[in-house]
């Protein structure tokens, strides 16, 4: 069932999605309407009445988006400039690669009076997980991306292989970046550290059926032994992984 909240839900709602980059709290009017939807929800309000709006970088755009979108980039100088020329009485649909900077996004039309605001939940990362499909004669990932093949090799190690599975823009990624690297210096003789970008390797995540980050995982002698999605801090890692 369509989860739809009230201007006073919007701050709850945005703190629980993935990789949020905060944007403060949505104020808006009494009359406006913020929804998380899913994929088929998602897919089903895309209409020629409708704003569709990619809030990524270029570089992500051009690998791949969902037909009729527009991309206003929330990380640029201008994007309240950009976001001014919208019509705010029209509904807009917003995503993202794993729903953290569209949340933020959705939360900032909110907060600047739109009437009706809706974020994919779990980003475009979810919308190719469903097979749906991208803006034809795109690539849907970039090229030099890791491959199955490269990553059974890097498996190849008596060491314990701890795979971070994170992006820039991420900000639990981020946060947890100084701790996993100094995690791993400490360990060197037993550890290796292989960080995987979201973005540049799209088709491997989707391959992994791995649909939000932050997400680790911890290999020994090839074989997966421990996993987790989301932040953690070194006092659970250690105690999880034993090492």
């Not at 039309?109 to 469903?130: H, P, S, T």
């Not at 100084?178 to 791993?184: D, G, H, K, N, Y």
Request: charged share 25%.
């Amino acid at each position: 069932m369509k989860r739809i909240f009230r201007v006073a839900a919007v701050g709850l709602l945005i703190s629980m999605v993935a990789c949020q980059i905060p944007s403060g709290s949505a104020q808006g009017t009494s009359s406006t309407v913020f929804s998380e939807i899913t994929a088929d929800e998602f897919e089903k309000k895309i209409t020629p009445d409708v704003q569709l709006i990619d809030v990524r970088t270029p570089e992500e755009f051009s690998q791949g988006h969902l037909r009729g979108a527009i991309n206003l980039n929330i990380n640029s100088a201008d994007f309240k400039n950009q976001v001014s020329g919208l019509d705010k009485n029209k509904p807009v649909l917003v995503y993202c690669l794993s729903g953290g900077r569209s949340a933020s996004a959705s939360a900032f039309l909110v907060d600047n009076g739109f009437n009706e605001v809706y974020n994919l939940r779990g980003g475009i990362m979810k919308w190719d997980a469903a097979g749906k499909a991208l803006e034809t004669g795109v690539a849907s990932s970039s090229s030099g991306g890791l491959t199955s093949d490269d990553f059974k090799k890097i498996l190849q190690t008596e060491k314990y292989v701890l795979v971070d599975y994170q992006a820039k823009w991420c900000v639990p990624c981020k946060k947890m970046a100084p701790m996993l690297e100094s995690f791993a210096e400490t360990r060197k003789d037993k550890l290796e550290l292989l960080k995987i970008d979201a973005d540049i390797n799209k088709e491997f995540l989707k391959l992994k059926g791995i649909e939000s980050i932050p997400v680790l995982e911890l290999y020994k002698n090839g074989k997966l032994i421990w996993s987790h999605e989301g932040e953690l801090d070194e006092a659970t890692l250690i105690s999880e992984t034993k090492l």
